[in-house]
């Protein structure tokens, strides 16, 4: 599953339900009993995976699964579409991380129960998307008209690429590509802003010269397993420190987002500024991901009431 599989009001529902969920965590706490998560992780990961399963735990659900492919078949050379098929039978759902593109696309087409992109390789990550997603409404009450800087690894970057995909569905959004010319962001990604009217961009290489402009500042590690050349990596890894100095630069009302872990890219000192809202970003990615499980393989979440559904 993809957020392209999902319409602007299924993905409007997923805010509402996870603000649901937050108020009401233990009225909701058995909407999976009985449900089975399978979390197929070849690559590493702390936030995806553990709020993936502490999601299910939360909803009364159960985990399986690996993290790190050295304790899987694969190490004796088994396909991904034969482990899906297997774990198929084991489970109701599958979220899967894996190092290359498509690699999501293939597991659920070989699978018989949804599967979810954890993560493919430098392409998308879709569910790092619905919390940022949901910490944008959480700052500013929408997601739409807007002015968005990204900043950092605009190639390699799977969540720069889900995140510009997702707001360009609902349109009114400047994005602001602020990047070093050998990490500008891939044609794709460029193509759909450009088939939306409504969202427009630029490409600059300086943040201090833009920063004053943005309402949302999303900061990106450069992203040193995609790199093929060390020497590039290291060439280009502190190209983007955010500090004190270049925020004070920012309006009150910017939002700091990053998707974690971050390397150098923003100073620690940056935590305690009330723009930061990376560690609000890890908190409503486990609200979304349990407003996800529960819609994909859950019952109702008691005393919910749906958005009414409306064109948007
Ligand atoms: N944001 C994110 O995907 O973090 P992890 O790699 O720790 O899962």
Redesign the pocket.
Known sequence: MTLDDLSRHQILELLHKAAYIDAHRREVSHTCDGRVLATLFYE??????LSFETAMLRLGGKVIGFAGAQLASVTKGESIADTIKTVSNYVDAIAIRHPKEGAALVASRAASVPVINA?DGGHM?PT?TLADLATLQSRFGRITDLTVGLCGDLTFGR?VHSLIETLCRFGNVRFVLISPDELKTPQYVIDRINATPSCSYVEVRDLVSVIGDLDVLYMTRVQKERFFNEDDYLRLRDTYILDEAKLSLAQPHMAVLH???RVNEIAVEVDDDPRAAYFEQVKNGMLMRMALESSVIGDELPGYVPLEPKEV
């Open positions: 590493p990961s702390t936030r995806t995976r993560g990550h790092q969540t998707p974690l872990p």
